[in-house]
């Protein structure tokens, strides 16, 4: 899997292209989205100059969602001066409340190459923000903080540094809702184990959790034996261990947890399992998505299996 279509709705609004000739004409009806095509490279137009405009417009303070896309062909570029905008025009974004940072398709960049910085500037600048999304985890930073209102916040990746999990883990968000970290794979970035989430599965983080995606990741297996023997289970309504690379053994862990029966809905879709593990699981949930079941590569006797999102 790929990621192939940029959004066209996000904080639940359709998403438009900004066009600097206009400027913001709807800002609570429309979900903007700044970034440059490849006509854009081409004719020489500077991202900056863009997103300036785009900051400096007299509606930007009706703002409600915002959507970040690619800037930059050279993946040398990375986020910094972006958010260092945007934290300047912090006093007329005090109304944003949806934020997704790298709308990028594969065929702008792909995810690896994305090239992020530290985002927690962003944080402190926009203290109604409820959604942040952020895309690429190369050269992604963040500091442990608190924020009072933010209720989703997700990382996609093809490989989440273990350094940057501790980091989302230590922080303070009281009204959480949604968490979700796509893991990713080791030639990407990912450097983790499943302790990791020792405290997130006792279910001493983030009181207010509904959701929580671990997402897209080559340790799925250990994820969901660790998860289904977890606290965590008694308060979430949705778990999404989705793109990863779950088989039988976790699908069976998950099958015979006491506390499974209590979400809403399990999300495995792309995974390894067999169609009787899957028929079993589905017997013990209320709602099972295990679509896009996949086959390993097998060379010389040893099985393959490959997350969604990596490169």
């Not at 995974?271 to 679509?291: I, R």
Request: glycine share 10%; aromatic share 8%.
């Amino acid at each position: 899997m790929t990621i192939g279509e940029n959004l066209t709705e996000f904080g639940g609004l359709p998403v438009r292209d900004f066009d600097s000739t206009k400027g913001i004409e709807d800002p609570a009806g429309i979900s903007y989205r700044v970034r440059l095509d490849w006509d854009d490279y081409d004719k020489g137009v500077k991202f900056a100059e863009v997103l300036a405009k785009f900051l400096g417009d007299p509606k930007l303070g009706e703002v409600k969602s915002f959507v970040i896309g690619a800037w930059a062909p050279e993946s040398d570029s990375n986020s910094e001066s972006i958010i260092r905008a945007i934290v300047e025009a912090q006093d007329k974004l005090q109304g944003l409340e949806h934020l997704f940072f790298g709308d990028i398709t594969f065929e702008e960049q792909e995810i690896s190459w994305i090239l992020q910085s530290d985002i927690s500037p962003l944080f402190g600048a926009l203290p109604n923000l409820r959604t942040l999304r952020v895309r690429g985890a190369d050269g992604l930073k963040l500091t442990p903080l608190p924020h009072a209102h933010l209720r989703e916040f997700a990382l996609e990746s093809g490989g989440l540094p273990s350094d940057v999990i501790r980091a989302a883990l230590a922080c303070e968000f009281p009204e959480l809702e949604h968490l979700e970290l796509w893991l990713g794979d080791d030639g990407y970035g990912w450097d983790g184990n499943v302790k990791l989430f020792d405290d997130l599965l006792a279910g001493k983080l983030f009181p207010k959790l509904k959701y929580l995606g671990l997402r897209d990741s080559m340790i799925a297996d250990d994820i969901a034996e660790a998860i289904a023997a977890a606290p965590i289970l008694e308060r979430i309504e949705v778990l999404d261990l989705s793109m990863g690379t779950l088989g039988d053994k976790g699908v069976e862990a998950l099958t015979q947890s006491p506390q499974i029966g209590k979400l809403k809905k399990l999300d495995i879709h792309h995974h390894y399992a067999s169609t009787e593990k899957t028929q079993a699981l589905a017997a013990a949930v209320n709602e099972l998505d295990a679509g896009d079941p996949e086959e390993p590569d097998v060379d010389d006797g040893e099985e393959y299996r490959y997350v969604a999102v990596a490169e």
